[in-house]
């Protein structure tokens, strides 16, 4: 019965944790607006970025680790869930569950590089289970 208790819990934040996430790119920032009682946005100016990753799953779904500089140290109880696992020291923002994390990870390296062709705006909301919520804005 407390494992059913405590797995419902779980299940209720990691669900309320997908609808309250939004991820924005432009093209001079990363801006990450997360939490639910307390909401929070995390502004990460390509400046202060030192790179990125890609983690893709099997349903198109993906995380994209942002390593910040040395210099800019962001809490890792701030970023979390939003923070790359077992990154205790310098912690990594992460932009987690981005559907399309393919093609948002080419956005991200043409804004990052300077290369983007157009204005950009791209805003994400994590994947839940089967809908997915993408605005785009060029």
């Given amino acids: ?54 983690r893709m799953f099997s349903n198109g779904t993906g995380d994209i680790p942002l390593k910040v ?24 923002p992460a932009l987690r569950c981005v559907p399309r994390a393919d093609d948002v990870a080419s956005l991200l390296s043409a804004a990052l590089s300077g290369t983007a062709t157009s204005p ?3 805003e994400f909301r994590v994947q839940r289970a089967a809908k997915t919520s993408q605005t785009v804005a060029a």
């Fill in 1 to 54: 019965p407390m494992g059913l208790v405590a797995a419902a819990l779980l299940c209720g934040l990691a669900y309320l944790s997908a609808r309250t996430t939004v991820y924005t790119i432009t093209t001079k920032r990363v801006v990450m607006r997360v939490g639910m009682a307390l909401p929070v946005t995390i502004n990460l100016p390509f400046a202060k970025i030192d790179g990125a990753a890609l």
């Fill in 69 to 92: 500089s040395r210099n800019d140290r962001i809490a890792y109880l701030l970023l979390w869930p939003h923070a790359r696992p077992l990154h205790f020291a310098h912690p990594q």
């Fill in 120 to 122: 950009l705006s791209v």
